[in-house]
């Protein structure tokens, strides 16, 4: 079973630049999470999705962050414009739902972003 | 608000040595679920293990244990016979039942010197 895929794996751009990340989770299933890892840090959700509706976007910067998950398949994040404490590790988690907070979340690769 | 404490920020140890990693939580509910995720240099997240909180038996895995105790809110991790590929930064984590959020500790860094 093919696990969870992100793209790109690494990006370095400017700061006031944007910037889009890519994640389809494991097929099946419903439930995608967006997370930002600062060095150092732990995991930090910024978005979960049920199928292709919100669940929790509280921790998300709505002022320069956006994601959305159209088909309630693969999802997109993306950041304009980027500030310098963006840079961190993006990290996508995808789960079953089978609810009740006993999902297990099986997480990509993660891209990491540097802001420069 | 639920809450994940991992003290232990760096651990060193030697190739065929014990280790524990201690994951102390923090919350209101008495239905929750506990995780153990592990985190290579390669940076994806590998998850390691789920605990419900009606289960308190120990688990085995290989060389790898778990001890949960609801009487001092802690859910620790040991590694018997450390090997140089168990380095890693481990992560525990938290989610309350009926609320998807998972909330994760800070993570323990483990270095095993060969």
């Known amino acids: 079973e093919a696990g969870v895929a992100q793209s790109p794996r690494y990006k370095i751009i400017e700061k006031r630049q944007s910037v889009a990340f890519w994640c389809n989770p494991i097929s099946g299933h419903a439930t995608l999470y967006w997370y930002q890892q600062i060095l150092g840090q732990g995991p930090k959700l910024l978005i979960q999705?049920?199928?292709?509706?919100?669940?929790?976007d509280s921790q998300l910067p709505k002022d320069r962050f956006s994601a959305e998950r159209l088909k309630g398949v693969d999802s997109t994040l993306k950041i304009q414009p980027a500030k310098l404490e963006d840079s961190a590790v993006y990290l996508c988690?995808?789960?079953?739902?089978?609810?009740?907070?006993?999902?297990?979340?099986?997480f990509g690769p993660g891209t990491r972003l540097t802001v420069l | 608000a639920q809450k994940v404490t991992q003290a232990q920020t760096e651990i060193s140890v030697v190739e065929k040595e014990d280790v524990t990693l201690d994951c102390v939580y923090e919350?209101?509910?008495?239905?929750?679920?506990l995780f153990w995720y592990k985190q290579p240099p390669s940076g994806e997240l590998v998850f390691l293990i789920r605990?419900?909180?009606?289960?308190?038996q120990n688990e085995i895995s290989g060389r790898y244990s778990w001890n949960f105790q609801k009487s001092t809110s802690s859910f620790n991790f040991t590694i018997t016979a450390s090997q140089v590929v168990d380095s890693a930064v481990y992560f525990c984590a938290l989610s309350e039942a009926g609320y998807q959020k998972v909330t994760f500790g800070t993570g323990t860094k483990l270095q095993v010197i060969p």
């Open positions: 919350t209101r509910d008495t239905t929750y679920y």
């Open positions: 999705f049920q199928n292709n509706g919100v669940v929790d």
């Open positions: 605990r419900n909180s009606f289960d308190e």
């Open positions: 988690a995808s789960s079953l739902a089978t609810g009740g907070g006993a999902d297990t979340q099986y």
